[in-house]
């Protein structure tokens, strides 16, 4: 009996993981002509994000934001992974370090 309750609490931990890791949405942004592309994205307020910043320069860039404490370097015709925890409904702003004058953006969680 207390075997069959351990593995009952094993497998409904599992599926619990499981559905926690998919629930992980997943948002692109690209970095072309030394911008970031949307420069506007819109995510779910309340969840954990899942960034993939695509580099299409052949120059490497940042992916920095003091607002959501992450800082990144993706080099050129490359790609990066940047989880971003749950936020609270708001603007956080972005921005490349390597031509900050033009590569800005700014994530909406609503």
């Known amino acids: 009996m207390v075997r069959t309750l351990v593995t009952a609490s094993i497998l409904a931990l599992s599926a619990a993981a499981s559905n926690a890791m998919a629930e992980v949405k997943e948002f692109t ?7 970031f592309e949307p420069a506007k994205l ?12 695509v580099n299409q320069d052949p120059t490497p860039e940042e992916f920095e934001s ?3 404490y992450r800082e990144k370097i993706v080099s050129g015709n490359s790609k990066v992974v940047i989880f971003l925890d ?3 409904p708001g603007e ?3 921005f490349g ?9 700014t ?3 609503q």
């Open 29 to 35: 942004i690209v970095i072309k002509d030394h911008k």
């Open 42 to 53: 819109v995510v779910p307020a309340g969840q954990k994000v899942k960034l993939l910043v």
């Open 66 to 68: 003091y607002d959501l």
């Open 86 to 88: 749950p936020m609270e």
């Open 92 to 94: 956080y702003s972005y």
């Open 97 to 105: 370090e390597f031509h900050e004058d033009t590569a800005q953006g």
């Open 107 to 109: 994530i909406v969680a």
